[in-house]
């Protein structure tokens, strides 16, 4: 049964590999700008997930960092492919896991996350938010570090989800979130602030 759930991955499992963890890094270190992954390096397709976010669990996932999944992903097909391809323990409780696989009905309430600690911040757990568009939402101002001036970013996304981050941010503590789709992420690190363009 499992031999027929399992798909390739990368075409080159150590080059693309590669390519898709500096995106990532590419992404946090500049927040809000839109990274692309090129389709030729972009993993076999796997049902309920976008290239993109399928690229970054391949590339960033291992056997040292605990997975959670939202019900959207926790497919028999989406367990057996991140288990053989990066040998991630797939958790179900939240504040065991060091990355999260998210679609927008799980933002209104990020409780339970590792928001790591004064001594140890690396160790919270990084939010992988899956969404049908980086575009389309209410346009936000992003400041901080790796912004010149700030980036004006349209995700669509509610403002609860705003809100939730604000509470839960307290740097150096506080979640780092990848936002996918298609081919495309956009970082942003706990250390951007986020703000309704124009003050409203």
């Known amino acids: 049964m499992l031999h027929t759930l399992l798909q390739p991955a990368f075409p080159d499992p150590v080059l693309d590999a590669q390519r898709s963890f500096r995106a990532a890094l590419k992404a946090l270190a500049?927040?809000?700008?839109?990274?692309?992954?090129?389709?030729?390096?972009?993993?076999?397709?796997?049902?309920?997930?976008?290239?993109?976010?399928?690229?970054?669990?391949?590339a960033l996932l291992d056997i040292d960092t605990p997975l959670w999944l939202a019900?959207?992903?926790?497919?028999?097909?989406?367990?057996?492919?991140?288990?053989f391809h990066c040998g991630c323990p797939i958790v179900s409780a939240r504040q065991n896991a060091r990355f999260a696989?998210?679609?927008?009905?799980?933002?209104?309430?990020?409780?339970?996350?590792?928001?790591g600690n004064d001594r140890y911040p690396d160790q919270s757990c990084t939010l992988l938010v899956q969404l049908?568009?980086?575009?389309?939402?209410?346009?936000?101002?992003w400041r901080g570090p790796g912004i010149q001036r700030e980036h004006l970013v349209a995700v669509p996304l509610a403002e609860h989800f705003w809100q939730e981050r604000e509470s839960r941010n307290d740097f150096p503590r506080g979640l780092d979130v990848f936002f996918l789709a298609g081919h495309h992420l956009i970082g942003l690190?706990?250390?951007?602030?986020?703000?309704f363009h124009g003050g409203a």
Not at 71 to 83: G, H
């Open 132 to 141: 049908p568009s980086l575009e389309g939402g209410r346009r936000l101002a």
């Open 30 to 58: 500049e927040p809000g700008v839109v990274q692309g992954l090129r389709p030729a390096h972009a993993p076999s397709p796997l049902a309920g997930l976008a290239e993109a976010s399928h690229a970054l669990c391949l």
């Open 189 to 195: 690190p706990r250390s951007t602030q986020v703000a």
């Open 101 to 115: 696989l998210l679609d927008s009905s799980q933002l209104h309430d990020l409780s339970g996350f590792d928001l």
């Open 71 to 83: 019900p959207a992903f926790d497919t028999q097909a989406i367990r057996a492919n991140l288990a």
